[in-house]
Each structure stands twice: as structure tokens, then as C-alpha cells.
């Protein structure tokens, strides 16, 4: 076996993300701690050093963190040192009590880090002079500080079993969620929103690995965004390479003293090297010792996407890119599509690009219809007199508005809308749309189902399910024919009327 010193964990983890910030608080914090008598290891300190980065405006930098490791690596230790330093550093700027909310999955497990926290409060006279009472009752632990100067109610720390109506009615500056690999999405719900008046707030979520039985839709939405480096979340995950990595799981070599380096950052202090030596000699499930020991835990492969129509839906997606309808260069084309019955429209721009693409760009969907005239001319306007297409039945209810403030528009026949769908397939099929990434333009366009029109033997966009719109795919459509129509006939006087074609 390898020497211990060339088996020590990883003190930095393999996977971070930490947003800007221009200072940090996490010298402060570590060195009060460490005063109140904790011993944390290094790679403990460099943890609850990041959750006190600040940004410029003196705010945390990450409004929520997230802390990977496996287990009985020691992250209680960092979040009771979270609590400490959050309890007794950082009373608020306007004097109104700090609440700071420790919660787990299990009721013991918060008890037992209320134990740790008020040993070590209890061993230092100076914190314990600070103190006004602290609540021992079992499901009810807290600790509450006298007023500071100019507060009518001290700072207070509790600790909670989570639950869908725990926290409720305490504002929170802070929240814990210790076992965040346990933390159902109605127990944060009610947890979270304590924070909506709160304009300095921070979530910390520590865990490891979810199993089967757990549920971790929680936890894992906040190491997706801090693997995609999201604004405000910090991330930090101990794991071996390729553990992210759907693909490269199975050619992680759990023999390598380098796996157990990068995934076990308290090995040779907290965790024996033979320890983790013979869990892998002795380990009867692969996939339970790449969890629960080298907390390998892969995102999840990319989803295929499915189209209910003929149209490539990975094509659209793949045409994303910086591309609005702007500008009042000639050319652009406005598309109006009304949901059925009238209780909402959207509103689609297009314009040519180059020889081989055109645009398009979702600008508005609202409910109802009363905004759409006085919307249109004035999007009309900032696009160059901008050609307005739609379908006049669809649109029945728009129509004497739109003549009521001077809009012309073109009305699309039934073997125009059956055009408009079979051109918009073909040229997204070849790549020839480009478009903004607007997520709910492609929901439509997935959603949307077609319907045969039978005097023209042609198709156009229906609604697979009522509450799935398809006016955003229909609206995007109709500026794609808009542009080719007057392309193809820009000096064809028929089209422009001030009613119906």
C-alpha cells in the first residue's frame, strides 16, 4: 500500500464554481471558530471560507451554496461553523433580528448538531455572555442572543426537523439544509419563501449522494446550476474524474489511490486509508461504493428530444443563437396568432438574415387580446413599417382594433396557413431558422400537434393538450411565410387591405 502521505485527501475540490466577488468574510469566520475552540481541517475552512465571499455590493456573493462529499468526511462541522459565525458576526445593517434556520431530513440529526453548537457556546464564557436563553425542548432547540445595541429582539439560531410546514412564520436570513440528498421539493418550499423579504439571504445545502429511496430533485437542481456556473451558486463537490460524466462512470478505476485522493478530502485524518481500502476490496455493489464513498454522482444524459410533427425539434434547438428582430432595416415581418376563444395572443417577429436563414423572435404573448393593436403599431413602428401577417378567422377578434388604430395587415387564405407549415418544417429541418434560445417557443413548437386541412390537403399547428399553447409555434410560422411571401411578391398589391383578404 501506498505511504499515508501520498494517500491524503484532496483539500480543494475537483468540481467548483464560485461566482465574482471582490472580498470575502471567510478569514473572519474560520478565525472565530477556530477561536471558540474548533478544529477544523483545511479542507473544512476552505469551504466555509467561500460561503462568505461578498460581491460589490457587500452582499454573499452566492445566494445559495452546495457542498458534495461523501459520507463521514466531516461537512457537520462546517455547518455548525456556519452557524456560529452567522449567529454572532453579522448582526443585520438596519438592527432587525438575524434568524438562522438549521434544518435536516431527520429530527436527530439537527439535535445533534443543536448539541454540537451549544457545547461550544457553553465552553466560552464571552459567547455565553452574549446569550439569553437556549431552548433545549426536544423538536424546539434554539439559541437566542440578548438585543444587541438598538435591537428589541436578539439574533437566534434554531434547529428543525424539515417538513411541509416547518420555518413556516420565520423570516430567515439564513438557511441550512443539512442531508440536502433528503430534502423534498414541499419541504423547501416552505422553507425558502421565508426568505422573501430578506434582501441579503443565503441557502446552504450539504449532502451526499441520493439513493433510490431519497428524494433529491432539490439537491440536484442546485448542482446543475453550480456545475453550469450559475450567477449566484456557489458549488463544491469532491468526486474522482468523469464522476459528472454519464459517459466516463464506468472507466473510474475505484482501485486508484488518485480516486480516493480527489473523493475523500478527509482521508488520513478523519477516514483511515485502510478504511477506504478495504470497503473497496469488500464492496458487493459498484455503483453503491461509487456513491456512497467517492460521492460519484453523473448528470444526467442529455434528454432526446421528441417532436409530435415532422419538424426536427434538435434542429431548432441547435439554430439558437444571438439572433433578435431588431433594427428598422426593411423587410421584417410581425406574425399575430390568437389562442382559441380569445384568452390570449402572441406576437412573433421575422426577418431575413442572410441568402440562407431568416430570423424569428418571440416578442410578446399576454392574456387577452386589447393589448394587441396599440402593441403592434408600435412594434410596427421600431421595425421599419414592418409588414403584419395573420390569419384572419384565428384573429377574428383583433381585427377591427388593428383597423381602429391605422395597423394594415395581410390575411392568410386556408392554403396559405397549409404553405406557412410545410415551409417553416422545411427550412427549419435545414437549419435554414435561426432564433433566439426562448425556452417557451420551443415548448410550443415540441407540444404542437398538427391538424389536416382538408380543402387544401395540407397541416397546421393544434394543440396536443389544452393547456399546452401553441401560439408561439404558430406565430414564429407565420413570420417565416410572411418574409418568403414578400420576397417572392413584394410588389403584389392584394395582400394589404385594411380588413379581411
Not at 164 to 170: A, L, Q
Not at 201 to 217: K, L, S
Not at 315 to 321: K, M, Q, T, Y
Not at 465 to 484: D, F, H, N, R
Request: hydrophobic share 40%.
Amino acid at each position: 500500500m501506498a505511504s499515508l502521505q501520498a494517500l491524503l485527501g484532496d483539500q480543494r475540490p475537483r468540481l467548483e464554481s464560485r461566482p465574482d466577488s471582490v472580498g470575502s468574510w471567510g478569514e473572519l469566520a474560520v478565525d472565530f471558530v477556530t477561536a471558540a475552540g474548533m478544529r477544523l481541517e483545511d479542507w473544512q475552512e476552505y469551504v466555509l471560507w467561500a460561503w462568505h465571499d461578498i460581491d460589490s455590493d457587500g452582499r454573499w456573493a452566492a445566494s445559495e451554496a452546495g457542498l458534495l462529499v461523501s459520507r463521514q468526511n466531516g461537512k457537520t462541522e462546517d455547518l455548525v461553523g456556519f452557524d456560529l459565525a452567522r449567529l454572532f458576526l453579522f448582526p443585520t445593517p438596519d438592527r432587525r433580528r438575524r434568524t438562522v434556520l438549521h434544518t435536516a431530513h431527520e429530527l436527530k440529526t439537527a439535535t445533534e448538531s443543536f448539541e454540537k453548537v451549544a457545547a461550544i457556546i457553553a465552553a466560552n464564557d464571552r459567547l455565553m455572555d452574549m446569550v439569553q436563553h437556549v431552548y433545549t425542548a426536544n423538536g424546539k432547540e434554539a439559541i437566542l442572543l440578548k438585543p444587541r445595541p438598538g435591537q428589541l429582539l436578539g439574533d437566534r439560531l434554531r434547529f428543525v426537523a424539515r417538513s411541509k410546514g416547518s420555518g413556516r412564520g420565520f423570516a430567515a436570513n439564513d438557511i441550512v439544509y443539512d442531508e440536502a440528498q433528503e430534502l423534498a421539493p414541499a419541504a423547501r418550499k416552505a422553507l425558502t419563501y421565508t426568505q422573501s423579504t430578506i434582501p441579503n439571504r443565503q441557502e446552504i445545502f450539504a449532502g451526499t449522494v441520493p439513493g433510490e429511496d431519497n428524494d433529491g430533485e432539490v439537491f440536484e437542481g442546485v448542482r446543475d446550476r453550480g456545475r453550469a456556473g450559475a450567477k449566484r451558486t456557489t458549488w463544491q463537490e469532491w468526486s474522482p474524474d468523469g464522476a459528472e460524466d454519464p459517459k466516463r462512470v464506468d472507466s473510474i478505476d475505484v482501485s486508484d489511490p488518485r480516486t480516493w485522493q480527489q473523493a475523500v478530502p478527509a482521508m488520513g485524518t478523519w477516514i483511515d486509508p485502510s478504511t477506504v481500502e478495504e470497503q473497496v476490496a469488500r464492496a458487493l455493489d459498484r455503483d453503491e461504493l461509487l456513491a456512497e464513498r467517492f460521492a460519484v454522482w453523473p448528470s444526467r444524459p442529455d434528454a432526446v428530444v421528441e417532436s409530435l410533427s415532422d419538424l426536427d425539434l434538435q434542429a431548432w434547438i441547435d439554430a439558437a443563437g444571438p439572433c433578435p428582430v431588431d433594427g428598422t432595416a426593411p423587410g421584417a415581418v410581425i406574425a399575430i396568432a390568437v389562442s382559441r376563444g380569445g384568452g390570449s395572443a402572441t406576437i412573433a417577429a421575422g426577418r431575413r438574415v442572410d441568402s440562407e436563414h431568416i430570423a424569428v423572435e418571440h416578442k410578446k404573448t399576454g392574456a387577452g387580446t386589447l393589448w394587441v393593436a396599440a402593441y403592434v403599431k408600435k412594434l410596427k413602428a421600431e421595425l421599419g413599417d414592418a409588414l403584419v401577417v395573420l390569419d384572419a378567422k384565428n384573429a377574428t377578434a383583433i381585427v377591427a382594433s388593428l383597423q381602429g388604430v391605422s395597423v394594415k395587415f395581410m390575411s392568410m387564405n386556408l392554403d396559405e396557413i397549409a404553405a406557412a407549415h410545410a415551409l417553416f418544417i422545411e427550412h427549419t429541418n435545414a437549419g435554414a431558422i435561426v432564433h433566439r434560445d426562448q425556452p417557451e417557443v420551443t415548448a410550443s413548437l415540441q407540444f404542437a400537434g398538427v391538424r389536416a386541412l382538408t380543402r387544401s390537403g395540407g397541416q397546421t399547428w393544434e394543440a396536443s393538450e389544452a393547456k399546452k399553447p401553441i401560439t408561439q409555434a404558430q406565430a414564429v410560422t407565420w413570420a417565416v411565410w410572411g418574409v418568403l411571401k414578400r420576397e417572392s411578391s413584394p410588389e403584389k398589391k392584394r395582400p394589404i387591405v385594411r380588413g379581411y383578404a
